[in-house]
C-alpha cells in the first residue's frame, strides 16, 4: 500500500469545526480507478471514486481518521489522513492486490486501525481467505494461523486455542457480543457462530479482558457479519452465494447472503446448509462424526447521517456425531435463538465523539441423544449488552470509556448433568485513554469486573468476585517498521463448571470434579511485536511471556470412577502458579511484483512453552511447535498456492497425559476470478493433507479416537453481485 497525502488551506474557514478530504484511487501504476468503494471508516460515510478516480467527504470532524479503499478488479488499501478545521486534506490511496492488503482492525480497541497499528497481535481472514480456508467449524478454519490451534472434537465442534490457552479464556464474539452458545464448557460443545455466515473474522492474540472480560484472557475471536447493517444500502439488492463440495467426508454445503434497502432503511438476509458423512483419517473412517448444520439471519437498520440502530433475528441448528462414542445412535442435536441490537450515534454529544451499544439475547439447548432417546440436555438463556462512549480529541488525548453486563442462568438435566443449575451475573466498567500522535503513541487501559455466581444447592456456597485489571502499551513507528508493547496485569474469574462440577463427563471420558474454593487468577505478562508494513519484505514477529498466580486448569489424576460401562479417570480443577512463553512469525517476500504477476514466499511459525511455575511440570493440552513455508502466485484472474507445514512431536506433557508423534501436511491451490458487467465468478480448488498422512492433534481430547481428517480435496464457488 502506498498512501501521499497533504493538506492545503483555506483562509475562509478558520474557525470552522470540520473540513474536507478530497482523493483519488489508482492502482500500482498510478492509473486512475473508477468504482471503488471509499469508506471513512469511524464516521460510516463511503462512497463510489467517479470516472478519474476522485472522492470527496466534506464537513469532516477535524482529527485523525481512517479509510479504506476496495475494487473487486484492483486491490485494497488503507489509509490514515489528518483533517484541519477549515482545511482540506488530498491524499492518494494506490489499491494493490489481495496477497499484500492490510486489513483494518475493528476489535481491537474504541477505534477502528490498521492491522499494522494496534497496540497487540491482531489478524483478520477476511470473506476470501474464508472461501478458501472454510471448514464445518470455526476452531477447524481458523486453526492454522500463528498462534490458533483448535480443540478437533471431530466435525461437529471444535473451538479455537490461542496461545495454548482455550475453553474459558478465549471469548468467541459474534459481531461484538458473546457468541451465546456453551463451547467453553466442554470440547463437544458446538460454536454456534457458523465461519459460512461471517464476512470477516479477527483474531485477538494476548489479554483481551479490558474490552471483553475476564474470560478473554487468552485472546479473542469475534467473528463479523452485516446481519445489522451499519452503512446506508448501495443498491436496492446485492450479496453473494456460496457453493462447497469436499471430497473426504462428501461434503454438501451452500449459502446465500443478501443486502440491500433504500433510503435510510437497509436490510440483511443469509442463510447456509451443510451436510457430510463420516470422515476420513489417515488410519481410515472416523466412526459417528457425520454432521448437518443449517441456519439463517434477518436484520434491518435505520441508517441516517448522525448513527444507525437496528436489529436482528438469528438461528442455528446443528446435529453431529460424538466420535467418543462410536455407537452410531449417539448423537448431539444444538439449537440457537439468537436476538440482537445494535445502534450508533455519531453525531457529536459535547465532549462524547460517537455513542455506541450492542444487546444480545440467546435462548441455546443441546441435547445428547442415546439410543434414540435424550440422555443429558443442556440450556442457557442469557443476554449480554454493552455500552461505549467514545471521547472527542482534547489535543493529543483520545478515550473511551463504558460498561458491559452479562446475564447466564445454565442447567444440566439427566445422566450427565454433572453441574447443578447456576446463575452467573456479571458487571463491568472499562476506560480507554491513548496519548501521542504520529510516530509515537501510548494507551492506558482499566477494567473494574464484579460477578456473582449462585448455585441451585444447599451443599455448595454461593461465589462474588471482583476483579481490576489493568494494561499499558505503546507503539512506534517509522517509516515502514513498527514496535509494539504492552505490558499487562489480567485478571480471569473462575465460572460455574470450574467452581461446581462434580459428575460424569463422557466427552471427555472423565469424572470431572469442580472445587468451590477457587480463587481468581491473576496474570502478569509482556507482548512484544515488530512490524514491517511495506516493502519487498514484510511480515510481523511477536514473542509473550505470562507469569499466572492460581491458574485453573483440569488435571488429570490416577483416581478411577467405577462404573458398568468402563471405569473413568478423575478429574480434578486445580489451582497452581503457571508461566506461560511463546512466539509467533508471519513473514512475506515479494519474488515477483510486476503487474499482473506477483509471488510471495511465505514463512510462518508459532511455539508455546506452558509449565508449572513450583515444579516445572509442564501444562496439559499445549500445543507443539509449528512451523511452515507457501508460495503464493497472484493475477487479477488467476491464483495459485502451494503450502507445507510441520507440526513437531509433542512430549512435554501433563501428568498422565500421552505423547503425539510429528506430521507433516501439504496443501495446494488453484483459484480463478471472471468479472461479468456486475457479477464476480470464483472458483476456487483447494487440497490439503495431500500425502493422506495420520495426524493427531495434542491439543484435542479425542487424539487417538479421531485423527485430523485425511486427504481431502474441496472444489468452492461463489456469486458475488
Do not use: C
Amino acid at each position: 500500500m502506498f498512501v501521499v497525502a497533504w493538506v492545503m488551506p483555506r483562509a475562509a474557514h478558520g474557525a470552522a469545526a470540520t473540513g474536507s478530504i478530497a482523493g483519488k484511487v489508482i492502482d500500482a501504476h498510478g492509473a486512475a480507478v473508477s468504482g471503488a468503494m471509499v469508506e471513512l471508516v469511524d464516521l460510516r460515510r463511503r462512497t463510489l471514486s467517479d470516472a478519474e478516480g476522485g472522492f470527496r467527504f466534506d464537513t469532516v470532524p477535524a482529527g485523525n481518521h481512517l479509510l479504506s479503499a476496495e475494487s473487486a478488479r484492483v486491490g485494497t488499501a488503507a489509509a490514515n489522513v489528518t483533517v484541519t478545521a477549515g482545511d482540506e486534506a488530498h491524499l492518494e490511496i494506490a489499491l494493490d492486490v489481495a496477497v499484500h492488503k492490510e486489513e483494518i482492525v475493528v476489535s481491537a480497541g474504541p477505534e477502528a486501525r490498521s492491522a499494522g497499528e494496534t497496540y497487540q497481535p491482531a489478524q483478520v481472514v477476511d470473506s476470501s481467505e474464508l472461501q478458501s480456508l472454510m471448514q464445518p467449524t470455526l476452531g477447524e478454519t481458523l486453526g492454522h494461523q500463528p498462534g490458533v490451534s483448535s480443540t478437533e472434537f471431530g466435525q461437529g465442534a471444535s473451538r479455537p486455542v490461542i496461545r495454548g490457552q482455550g475453553g474459558d479464556r478465549v471469548r468467541i464474539l459474534d459481531n461484538g457480543v458473546g457468541s451465546g452458545d456453551v463451547s467453553d464448557t466442554s470440547p463437544d460443545h458446538a460454536v454456534s457462530s457458523d465461519p459460512f455466515s461471517a464476512d470477516r473474522v479477527e483474531i485477538l492474540r494476548g489479554p483481551a479482558t479490558l474490552m471483553y472480560g475476564s474470560s478473554a484472557e487468552g485472546g479473542v475471536v469475534n467473528v463479523i457479519s452485516n446481519r445489522i447493517p451499519r452503512l446506508p444500502a448501495n443498491e436496492p439488492l446485492s450479496g453473494r452465494a456460496d457453493l462447497r463440495y469436499g471430497s473426504n467426508a462428501n461434503e454438501r454445503s451452500g449459502s446465500l447472503n443478501l443486502d440491500g434497502g433504500g433510503g435510510a432503511f437497509a436490510y440483511h438476509l443469509d442463510g447456509f446448509k451443510r451436510d457430510t458423512d463420516d470422515y476420513e483419517s489417515g488410519a481410515g473412517k472416523v466412526a459417528n462424526s457425520a454432521l448437518t448444520a443449517k441456519g439463517g439471519s434477518a436484520g434491518g437498520s435505520w441508517v441516517g447521517e448522525n448513527g444507525f440502530l437496528g436489529v436482528s433475528a438469528t438461528r442455528f441448528d446443528t446435529t453431529y456425531g460424538n466420535p467418543a462414542e462410536p455407537d452410531a445412535q449417539v448423537h448431539i442435536d444444538l439449537t440457537q435463538k439468537r436476538y440482537d441490537l445494535q445502534g450508533e450515534y455519531d453525531g457529536g454529544l459535547g465532549f462524547l465523539k460517537s455513542l455506541r451499544t450492542r444487546i444480545g439475547r440467546n435462548h441455546y439447548n443441546h441435547a445428547e441423544i442415546e439410543g434414540g432417546e435424550l440422555g443429558t440436555l443442556f440450556i442457557d438463556r442469557g443476554w449480554e449488552g454493552r455500552v461505549e462512549a467514545v471521547q472527542q480529541s482534547f489535543g493529543n488525548v483520545n478515550g473511551s470509556f463504558g460498561v458491559q453486563w452479562k446475564r447466564r442462568d445454565f442447567s444440566a438435566i439427566g445422566e450427565e448433568s454433572f453441574v447443578e443449575p447456576n446463575h452467573t451475573d456479571t458487571w463491568a466498567g472499562f476506560l480507554f485513554e491513548e496519548i501521542g500522535s504520529g510516530s509515537l503513541r501510548a494507551q492506558l487501559g482499566l477494567r473494574h469486573e464484579s460477578q456473582d455466581t449462585k448455585i441451585d444447592s444447599v451443599e455448595l456456597p454461593d461465589r462474588t468476585f471482583g476483579a481490576t485489571s489493568g494494561s499499558l502499551g505503546g507503539i512506534w513507528t517509522t517509516g515502514n517498521y513498527a514496535v509494539a508493547l504492552t505490558g499487562s496485569r489480567s485478571v480471569k474469574l473462575p465460572n460455574a463448571e470450574e467452581l461446581y462440577a462434580n459428575g460424569v463427563h463422557a466427552a471427555t471420558e472423565a469424572f470431572e470434579i469442580g472445587d468451590p474454593n477457587l480463587q481468581a487468577e491473576k496474570s502478569t505478562g509482556l507482548d512484544l511485536s515488530l512490524r514491517k508494513t511495506s516493502g519487498r519484505a514484510r511480515g510481523e514477529v511477536s514473542v509473550f511471556a505470562s507469569n499466572t498466580n492460581g491458574y485453573i486448569f483440569e488435571e488429570l489424576t490416577d483416581e478411577v470412577f467405577p462404573r458398568d460401562e468402563g471405569d473413568l479417570a478423575i478429574v480434578r480443577f486445580r489451582q497452581h502458579d503457571a508461566k506461560f512463553r511463546g512466539a509467533e512469525v508471519h513473514l512475506d517476500y515479494e519474488l515477483v511484483h510486476s503487474d499482473p504477476h506477483h509471488l510471495v514466499a511465505e514463512l510462518t511459525g508459532d511455539y508455546v512453552h506452558a509449565e508449572l511455575s513450583d515444579t516445572g511440570e509442564p501444562l496439559p493440552r499445549i500445543p507443539p511447535k509449528r512451523y511452515g513455508a507457501a508460495l503464493r502466485y497472484q493475477h487479477p484472474r488467476w491464483g495459485a498456492a502451494i503450502e507445507g507445514y510441520r507440526v513437531s512431536r509433542q512430549d512435554r506433557i501433563g501428568a498422565f497425559e500421552t505423547s503425539t508423534p510429528g506430521y507433516t501436511f501439504l496443501n495446494a491451490e488453484l483459484s480463478y476470478r471472471l468479472f461479468g458487467e456486475r457479477l464476480v465468478h470464483d472458483l476456487v480448488l483447494r487440497g490439503t493433507n495431500l500425502t493422506d498422512e495420520l495426524a493427531l492433534n495434542h491439543v484435542s481430547f479425542l487424539k487417538d479416537v479421531a485423527p485430523l481428517p485425511g486427504r481431502n480435496v474441496t472444489l468452492s464457488y461463489r456469486l458475488g453481485f
